[in-house]
């Protein structure tokens, strides 16, 4: 049987790019357990923000691929190294998808403006000085800022941006990084959240959260809110 996933023996690396690692394995494994949703989702169009290496991407083109779909995959990552790299490891394994050097999804706001059906990201997330945020080469790939959420917090209206109406988001996440503020902000937006898959490892504990567009839930947070002014008055 072919396997399902990026080999990692054909991913390219590049001293200044991330290399495939626990985060990195968590995200694609909860997306290969979630994989039967995935085919029956029939995304158009999936991406990923922070490409990296390219393990995560090629895995999710692997894993959907020869399924009588082809969806459009699209990846964005700030270093331009991790865009060379993505290249070589999407070749070797005979799949595509439509690179761009840039911060987030800088310049892609109107292009992919609800469009997006499967959105992964395996963001910056460590907690560090703010001074290290947006630096340039290999830092960019976890320099978080303050509890790790500078990067997440403006990843996360990109995502409202150019997710589409059955738009599904994963989203790597550390304990430091607050995941259940993280799901409340999204819930404001109309977003139910569940993690799927929970990792510990020797230096930190990981959340891979999916995130998918839910009327009740900004109903449910409005009647609570409405309910929280009454109590107030």
């Not at 959240?193 to 990792?199: C, T």
Request: proline residues 5%; glycine residues 6%; hydrophobic residues 40%.
């Amino acid at each position: 049987m072919l396997s399902r996933i990026a080999k990692i023996p054909l991913v390219s690396s590049h001293p200044e790019v991330y290399e495939p690692c626990d985060d990195s394995f968590a995200l694609v494994d909860a997306l290969l357990a979630d994989r039967t949703n995935l085919l029956q989702h029939k995304p158009s169009i999936c991406m990923e923000i922070g490409c990296g290496s390219g393990y995560v991407i090629t895995s999710l083109a692997v894993m959907l691929g020869h399924e009588g779909f082809v969806p459009y995959y699209i990846a964005t990552d700030i270093n331009p190294h991790a865009i060379r790299v993505t290249r070589e490891t999407m070749d070797a394994h005979g799949v595509y998808a439509e690179l761009v050097n840039t911060d987030i999804t800088s310049g892609l706001e109107k292009r992919l403006a609800g469009s997006v059906d499967v959105l992964v990201v395996n963001p910056p997330y460590v907690p560090t000085p703010e001074d290290e945020v947006g630096f340039e080469g290999i830092t960019s790939a976890w320099a978080g800022g303050e509890n790790g959420r500078s990067v997440i917090d403006k990843i996360l209206p990109a995502a409202d941006n150019l997710l589409s109406e059955k738009g599904w988001l994963y989203m790597v996440t550390l304990t430091a990084n607050k995941p259940s503020e993280i799901c409340l902000e999204m819930r404001k937006k109309g977003y139910a959240s569940r993690i799927i898959l929970q990792r510990s490892t020797e230096e930190e504990s990981l959340h891979i959260i999916k995130f998918w567009r839910d009327s009740d839930s900004q109903l449910e947070l409005s009647n609570l809110n409405y309910w929280s002014k009454l109590v107030g008055n």
